[in-house]
């Protein structure tokens, strides 16, 4: 157990050492902050996609099929879950700080943080399990999250399903039922253009939290008790809840891990479009994606010793 803690943590590592790049360009002003919002834009919209349809480029089975029609079942029930926990926090703060740090105590970063994670750990086997994580990961945060971040008059329908991940899901999942292949060129084009998710994610990261006051941040009481949430509380009842499905153990570490990724950067876009503290909602994104560097690696080895 203890060599495993230590190999996850050198992966762990290893992303952060990509995040300190992305920090030092950001606090030397060669990557800004409409540089950082223009390489987000590239993620979500070009790279989440083909990494989508990449994952997806593989032999058809009816088994794996229904796998992950059980890991999207999943998921779902967990998030219903997630946000009854959080729910019971934050009850006595304004709602402009509340909606913010319970969404972000509930939504992690699974594209650009927990797709990279997953690859890094468990290998490119696995990509297809995060990738039905980012899919009702989408669906959840343009729903129910836009509900507790703007009110019922900003969620629709059109919001919730044309969103980077579902669009990656409509291109990928037909070519694998169909068991269609891309052609040559056009395969190597979408696997060259996902393989930059991990590098270029970790960096934006960095430079995002490059511009934060991390002074005052480590001061911040609210920012301890919904990272807690986020990073320990959220995952190990994941790992609880997801007992039953144990036996299939990509499923199983791939759902508990990504569970306990750090606050989604969307915590923040939805902080700054909608006024709700957005100072404070980017200083728990930052707060978070620092603290994970302990607590990822202790919930990736519980998930796999309970997995095995």
Known sequence: MVERFFVVLGQVMTLFLLMGVGFGLGRVGKISGHGTTEFSALLLYVVTPCIIIDSFQTDYDPALLQTLGMGVACQCVCYGLYAVIVSFFFRRDPQELRAPMRFGAMYGNTGFMGLPLIQAIMGDEAVIFAVVALVVFNLWTWSHGLIMMSGRDQ?????????????????????????????????????????????????????????????????????????????????IFTALVMLPFRGNHMLYVAAVILSGAPTAGVTSMFAEKFNKSPERTAQLVSFSTLLSIFTLPLIAVMAETIAA
């Open 155 to 235: 969620v629709s329908l059109r919001k919730m399903l044309i969103n980077p991940g579902m669009l990656g899901l409509l291109g990928g999942l037909p070519l694998f039922l169909t068991r269609t292949t891309l052609p040559g060129p056009l395969y190597s084009a979408v696997g060259f253009v996902g393989s930059v998710n991990t590098p270029l994610a970790m960096i934006v990261i960095g430079a995002q939290m490059a511009r934060a006051d991390l002074g005052s941040t480590f001061r911040d009481k609210k920012l301890y008790g919904a990272s807690a949430i986020k990073l320990l509380l959220i995952p």
